[in-house]
């Protein structure tokens, strides 16, 4: 089992930034990537960024330029830097560990922090 805590969600004015951050622990897979998904109320969860053990990187369209991922192997811990805010960022978000061995995959999963962003 993995698990995951997520810190640094919060309140800001549009234009802000967060940082997000999330550590995992228990059992590492060698091969995984950890990233960040978002879910509004009423829609669907997205992946907004994740980033591979290797340091491979991908956003969604909507976050590029603005939100940067990045991770620390050493500390098996996955950080957002979110910046320039818009209202519609407002969502909860959740931490995604996901681990390949032997052909399969294992997905594991954050309680989810709330990031509000008033305009």
């Known amino acids: 089992q993995v698990q995951l805590v997520e810190s640094g969600g919060g309140l800001v004015q549009a234009g802000g930034s967060l940082r997000l951050s999330c550590a995992a622990s228990?059992?590492?897979?060698?091969?995984?990537?950890m990233g960040w998904y978002r879910q509004a109320p009423g829609m669907q969860r997205e992946l907004v960024a994740a980033?591979?053990?290797?340091?491979?990187?991908n956003y969604a369209d909507s976050v590029k330029g603005r939100f940067t991922i990045s991770r620390d192997n050493a500390k098996n811990t996955v950080y957002l830097q979110m910046n320039s805010l818009k209202p519609e960022d407002t969502a909860d978000y959740y931490c995604?560990?996901?681990?390949?061995?032997?052909?399969?995959?294992?997905?594991?999963w954050g309680q989810g922090t709330q990031v509000t962003v008033s305009s």
């Open positions: 980033i591979t053990s290797g340091g491979g990187a």
């Open positions: 228990g059992i590492i897979f060698s091969i995984n990537a």
């Open positions: 995604n560990y996901r681990g390949v061995r032997l052909g399969n995959q294992y997905d594991y």
